[in-house]
C-alpha cells in the first residue's frame, strides 16, 4: 500500500498531523504506514514515552497518531515522530498571553506546567492565587490541566514564567495621561473616591478632581458602586498609584435630542436646584440644604426664575 500512497512527501511539512499503522517493529523504532509514497521510520527517542524497547509501547497493527519531523525528497525518506510540536513559537509568548497546560512536577517553589513548548514554564508559588498559598500541592496537583498566562519567556535562557492569577484588563506599564476609562467605583474617602479601572490597582478622583466647582464630599457626587468615565491624570507603575480626575471628558458634552436648544447657565442652576434630572454628570442633592424650609427652596427658584425672565427680555 506504501508503493501506491495518495500523498506525495511533496505535500508533507514537518508538523503535519498523520494517522498511522504500525507496520514493523524494528530494534531502532518502528517503521509506519501513513498512506504516503514511503513508509514513515519513527526511530524509539520520538516515542511519546522513553522505553528501553519499542515493543514496551506499540505492536505491529497498531494505530497511532504520529507527526511530520523530516521530509528528505531526494532520498525519498521520511522521519516521524510520536511527540506533539510545539503549540506555541517563542516569538508567541508575548507577556498575557493566555494558555492550557498540564502539571508535570511539583517543587516547594511552585510548579512546571506544559504548555506544549518544549520547554516547561514555571508557575511560582506567589503566582498560583491573589492570596497566600502555603504549599503548591494546596492549589494542584500532578497531571492537573490549568489556565495559565505567561508572565515572561527569556529564549536565551529557555525559561518561560507563568501565572495562575489571570492578568488585569489595563496594563498599568502602559497606561498613558489622558487616557479616557470608564471604571466602578469602589470606596470613598473625605479625600476623594477609589474607582476600579481594570488595572489591578484602584485610581484614585481626589475630591479637587470631581467637578469644575467645589465639591464638600464625595458622597455628594458618586456611591459605591456607580459607573462613572474618568480620565487619567498621572500614574506611578513603580508605587502602583494611579490619579484619575472626572474633568474635561469627552461625556461632559451634553447630547441633545434634534431640535432641542441648549440649556441655559440659569436652566442649568435651576436643573440642579430641583435634583440634577437632565444634568450630564451625577448630581446628588445636599442633605443640609434639604434640611432648609420649604420657603427658602420656593425663593430661591423664584430669584432663578426672575433671573430667567430678565435676560428673556
Not at 32 to 39: I, K, P, Q, R, Y
Not at 73 to 82: G, H, I, Q, V, Y
Not at 285 to 305: A, C, F, N, V
Request: avoid cysteine; aromatic fraction near 4%.
Amino acid at each position: 500500500m506504501s508503493s501506491a500512497g495518495s500523498i506525495s512527501l511533496a505535500e508533507l511539512a514537518s508538523g503535519q498531523q498523520l494517522e498511522g499503522t504500525v507496520k514493523k517493529l524494528t530494534l531502532s523504532g518502528a517503521i509506519v504506514e501513513v498512506g504516503a509514497a514511503v513508509d514513515g521510520l519513527l526511530h524509539i527517542s520520538d516515542l511519546d514515552k522513553r522505553v528501553s524497547r519499542t515493543s514496551d509501547l506499540l505492536a505491529e497493527g497498531q494505530g497511532i497518531t504520529v507527526w511530520v519531523k523530516k521530509v528528505d525528497l531526494a532520498n525519498k525518506r521520511l522521519n516521524l515522530t510520536m511527540v506533539p510540536p510545539p503549540r506555541f513559537r517563542w516569538d508567541d509568548l508575548q507577556p498575557g498571553l493566555k494558555a492550557e497546560g498540564k502539571v508535570v512536577r511539583l517543587e516547594k517553589f511552585g510548579a512546571f506546567v506544559d504548555i506544549g513548548m518544549e520547554t516547561e514554564g514555571l508557575v511560582h508559588i506567589s503566582e498560583m492565587a491573589t492570596g497566600r498559598v502555603a504549599k503548591p500541592s494546596d492549589v494542584v496537583k500532578e497531571g492537573d490541566v490549568v489556565s495559565v498566562w505567561v508572565k515572561d519567556a527569556d529564549r536565551k535562557a529557555r525559561r518561560i514564567s507563568l501565572s495562575m492569577v489571570e492578568p488585569p484588563e489595563v496594563d498599568l506599564r502602559a497606561l498613558k495621561p489622558d487616557t479616557v476609562l470608564t471604571g466602578r467605583v469602589v470606596r470613598l474617602e473625605n479625600f476623594g473616591a477609589f474607582v476600579d479601572i481594570g488595572a489591578g490597582r484602584d485610581g484614585l478622583i481626589h475630591v479637587t478632581e470631581m467637578g469644575h466647582g467645589y465639591v464638600g464630599n464625595p458622597s455628594e457626587i458618586l456611591s459605591v458602586g456607580d459607573q462613572v468615565q474618568v480620565r487619567v491624570v498621572e500614574v506611578d507603575p513603580r508605587k502602583g498609584r494611579i490619579s484619575l480626575s472626572m474633568k474635561d471628558l469627552p461625556t461632559e458634552e451634553v447630547m441633545l435630542e434634534e431640535g432641542e436648544e441648549a440649556p441655559s447657565s440659569i436652566e442649568w442652576a435651576f436643573r440642579i436646584a430641583e435634583g440634577g434630572e437632565g444634568v450630564p454628570y451625577p448630581v446628588k442633592p445636599d442633605r443640609r440644604r434639604q434640611r432648609g424650609s420649604k420657603r427658602q427652596r420656593d425663593r430661591m427658584q423664584e430669584e432663578i426664575l426672575e433671573r430667567t425672565l430678565r435676560e428673556r427680555r
